[in-house]
């Protein structure tokens, strides 16, 4: 991959992240329980700091990192939005799904190309941890007894 493309790749990344973070602030301002606000907190700390490192691989590479505004694409404001009015608790976890879904299903094909050593490192790194926000969000939203539902 030229250094134009990395960089290109990179800043989309980024930019999921930037929208990662911003569906999460949505969705904590509608859920009810405390202790998964609190995970929820933390894995948006985990783009934070994505977006952070992916800022820097970009630099490292000479590039300018996007300014990133929150910009959901397509179906995905849409669906997004309106799982998000549907339906309290859970339709905020159902949304969180969906973006998070996306996240990983774009990590994944990021990860898959043909990177540097050190770049691909930080994006198998940020892949795994995007896999366990999903993990964990697949989990409270098919627990049949908790209270979500
Ligand atoms: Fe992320
Ligand atoms: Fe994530």
């Known amino acids: 991959m030229d250094r134009k493309k990395m960089i290109?790749?990179?800043?989309?990344?980024i930019q999921l992240d930037v929208d990662a973070v911003e569906?999460?602030?949505?969705?904590?301002?509608?859920?009810?329980?405390?202790?998964?606000c609190r995970r929820l907190r933390d894995f948006q700390d985990d783009h934070q700091a994505h977006i952070q490192k992916l800022r820097s691989?970009?630099?490292?590479?000479?590039?300018?990192?996007?300014?990133?505004?929150?910009?959901?694409?397509?179906?995905?404001?849409?669906?997004?939005?309106?799982?998000?009015?549907a339906s309290g608790s859970l339709g905020a976890m159902e949304a969180m799904k969906a973006n998070e879904v996306i996240t990983n299903r774009n990590y994944e094909k990021a990860a898959?190309?043909?990177?540097p050593d050190d770049i691909k490192s930080v994006i198998l790194d940020n892949y795994s941890q995007e896999e366990r926000h999903l993990n964990y969000i697949n989990d409270i939203i098919t627990i049949p007894r908790h209270p979500l539902r």
């Open 112 to 115: 898959a190309l043909p990177w």
């Open 23 to 36: 569906a999460y602030r949505q969705v904590i301002k509608h859920l009810e329980y405390d202790d998964i």
């Open 8 to 13: 290109e790749r990179l800043n989309d990344l």
């Open 57 to 85: 691989l970009v630099m490292q590479l000479d590039g300018r990192p996007i300014e990133a505004k929150p910009d959901f694409k397509g179906y995905l404001l849409e669906g997004f939005t309106m799982l998000m009015s």
